[in-house]
């Protein structure tokens, strides 16, 4: 008969194994995640069992993101049931930010190219592009997405591009 160490030894290891997945850092806010840090912690790792699409779920379809992911205890928590809110950072100067969980969920269904943000300068365009392509590496690892900096209407709009899984 399991004991209840056997079980907390269990979900220990389930934790180290998803967090060293993810880096050690968490999904939602993109920040490392300390493992010295007590689970009960609101800064502390925790197992962030994901279904964000429930028509997906419904229909067996994989989610995005790829089952469950390493979160802060807070992130974790403050998302609740809820679609969390992917945040764009503070020092990138951009325009119509596009959600980004809803992004590589429509990327992830059909593939193909989508628009996500538009920019002031080409220069502007660019770091947020290479920020881009760098956050969904982490935000949905399974999808391989490439990023286009397009002039149009005195601005340049960034758009996101993912073949189409089979």
């Known amino acids: 008969m399991p004991t209840y160490l056997d079980d907390r ?22 920040e490392p995640v300390d493992p010295a840090t007590s689970v009960n912690d609101s800064r502390g790792p925790s197992v962030d069992s994901r279904t964000t699409n429930a028509r997906s779920a419904k229909k067996g ?21 809820v679609t969390p809110v992917i945040p764009w950072p503070a020092h990138l100067i951009l325009m119509d930010p596009a959600p980004l969980i809803a992004v590589a969920e ?17 220069a502007d365009a660019r770091q947020v592009a290479d920020w881009l392509v760098d956050r969904f590496s982490r935000l949905a690892p399974a999808l391989q997405v490439d990023a286009s900096i397009d ?10 591009t993912a073949a189409r899984r089979r």
């Not at 030894?9 to 993109?30: F, H, K, N, P, T």
């Not at 379809?61 to 403050?78: Q, V």
């Not at 002039?151 to 996101?160: K, S």
């Open 106 to 122: 429509r990327l992830d269904r059909k593939g193909g190219r989508e628009v996500v943000v538009r920019c002031a300068d080409r």
């Open 151 to 160: 002039p149009g209407g005195g601005q340049f709009v960034v758009a996101l």
């Open 9 to 30: 030894q269990s979900r220990m290891s389930q934790l180290e194994d998803i967090a060293r997945q993810d880096g050690w850092r968490c999904w939602v806010c993109d």
């Open 61 to 81: 379809t994989p989610d995005f993101a790829g089952g469950e992911r390493l979160a802060h205890r807070s992130c974790n928590t403050k998302k609740g049931a």
